[in-house]
Each structure stands twice: as structure tokens, then as C-alpha cells.
């Protein structure tokens, strides 16, 4: 059972909004949502989640790569946190790192599960 004060919590990002579009740029989960601004297209944001994601799934092709390893590695929790904590972005308050570290390990996984099977997959600039 776990004491801990509501006041040790650290608070979600403040809500922010384009033109009718609410969205919180810390916790929401865009993946590459596009929007139409004028004539142009453009990612709305790019969150420690997002940011996470992304280098989680980088970081398991550049570990294949290196390690010249046939297949994905699932990692345990030694290996990932020594990965995490070379990476992981120091401009980040303690919540977006948290985001950031929750998110790196689902985009590890995400290669290791085969959702993720190429670099390209996760990159929303790639024409197609």
C-alpha cells in the first residue's frame, strides 16, 4: 500500500489550443497528426511522447544495427534504464521525462512486438 502525498505529484502541462483544436502538447498522443493550415500541412506539435516514441523505435534499429543482431532485442530492466538515462532529454521538466521514458519503452517494444518494421513507418513526412 502506497502513502505518497498528492503533493509530491507533478501537474499535467496546461491545455493549449489552435483556432477550435484543444489539445494538451504533454500527455496527448499525436503520433504525426497533420493539420491543414492554409495550403500547407503541418505536425501540430511534437510532445516528450511523441519524442519518446520515436526515439525508443530509433534506438532498437540503431542497437540491431550495431549489435549486428538478426532479430529485435527485448531488453531487461538494467540494460533499459542505462539506455534511458543516456538518452533521455535533460530540457525536460520531471513529468515530460516521465512521459518521455514511459513512451521510449513502448516504441522499443513496438519494434520487438513487429507493430514497427521499418524506420520509415514511424516518420509522417515520408510520402508514400
Excluded at 489550443?17 to 492554409?38: A, E, H
Excluded at 542497437?63 to 543516456?86: G, S
Aim: net charge negative; hydrophobic share 35%; glycine share 8%.
Amino acid at each position: 500500500m502506497s502513502f505518497s502525498s498528492r503533493s509530491n505529484e507533478v501537474p499535467p502541462p496546461p491545455l493549449e489550443k489552435i483556432g477550435d483544436l484543444v489539445y494538451s502538447p504533454g500527455t496527448d498522443l499525436p503520433f504525426g497528426k497533420r493539420i491543414r493550415i492554409g495550403l500547407s500541412e503541418q505536425t501540430i506539435y511534437e510532445s516528450a511522447v511523441e519524442h519518446g516514441y520515436r526515439t525508443g523505435i530509433r534506438a532498437h534499429f540503431t542497437f540491431i544495427e550495431d549489435h549486428e543482431c538478426p532479430n529485435p532485442v527485448p531488453l531487461d530492466d538494467k540494460q533499459f534504464t542505462m539506455i534511458v538515462e543516456h538518452l533521455v532529454p535533460t530540457n525536460l521538466n520531471a513529468f515530460e521525462q516521465g512521459l518521455w521514458r514511459s513512451h521510449f519503452i513502448a516504441g522499443w517494444m513496438g519494434v520487438y512486438l513487429g507493430l514497427v518494421t521499418d524506420e520509415d513507418d514511424m516518420n509522417p513526412d515520408i510520402d508514400r
